[in-house]
């Protein structure tokens, strides 16, 4: 079965602490991995598209990777503006176009 | 580009009573999605169109849910005999192909009390 698993779950950081949050998919076929970015009462917003694992892609703050089991948004000295919920998905080659969303890590940057 | 718009943004409505959401998505836009998200959970897809054609529905989309996308323009989403377990956002998006990220719109919240 496709399975697309986000962690941490919720992450608090101090405004200029840099990490990283993981994104494990198992499927068969990859097409591509999206990021989205939500905010509370919103609807997610495109970040990122990767297709090909060793691929990078990079806007602001962020920077998302892929390798053949896992993509990884890494935030460098994050501003509490940054604050949301970070969703990633999968595109299956066989599945018209549908993405299969993670559960998100809820992130939090402190002043 | 005026974004994909949903309405209405909120909807309560009593447990048993038919539902009815809107979507307009971005006008040169051919593919229309519709999502479910509950609480602390990513979307969950429930179908696609691709102009006016149906072409994909998920197996959460039970015999009271009904979508149309006439004319390949906006889309409407109808939910009959509502459940409590119907209370989500439900999220439009919409593409122009397949090798193309998703633009959300908003959502409709329901809350079936």
């Known amino acids: 079965e496709d399975q697309v698993t986000q962690s941490p779950e919720a992450l608090r950081l101090q405004e200029g602490e840099s990490s990283s949050l993981n994104c494990s998919y198992t499927?068969?076929?990859?097409?591509?991995l999206f990021w989205y970015r939500q905010d509370p009462g919103k609807g997610p917003e495109f970040l990122f598209t990767?297709?090909?694992a060793g691929e990078e892609k990079e806007k602001e703050r962020l920077k998302a990777t892929l390798t053949k089991k896992e993509s990884f948004l890494h935030i460098t000295a994050p501003k509490p503006e940054d604050s949301a919920t970070y969703l990633c998905?999968?595109?299956?080659?066989?599945?018209?176009?549908?993405?299969?969303f993670g559960g998100g890590t809820r992130l939090m940057v402190k002043p | 580009d005026t974004g994909v718009s949903q309405n209405p943004r909120h909807k309560i409505t009593k447990r048993g009573q038919n539902v009815t959401f809107r979507c307009d998505p971005i006008?040169?836009?051919?593919?229309l999605y519709w999502y479910r998200q509950t609480l602390g959970q990513g979307p969950e897809f429930l179908t696609y169109?691709?102009?006016?054609?149906?072409?994909?529905k998920s197996r959460l989309l039970s015999d009271r849910f009904s979508a149309e996308r006439p004319k390949g323009s906006f889309s409407t989403l109808e939910i009959q005999r509502t459940e409590q377990g119907d209370s989500a956002m439900y999220l439009c998006?919409?593409?122009?192909?397949?090798?193309?990220?998703?633009?959300f719109g908003s959502g409709t919240r329901l809350t079936v009390v």
């Open positions: 998006a919409s593409s122009r192909g397949a090798n193309y990220g998703y633009t």
């Open positions: 499927v068969s076929g990859l097409r591509g």
């Open positions: 990767l297709y090909s």
């Open positions: 998905a999968v595109q299956l080659g066989n599945a018209g176009n549908m993405l299969t």
């Open positions: 006008s040169e836009h051919n593919r």
């Open positions: 169109f691709q102009n006016e054609a149906q072409l994909e």
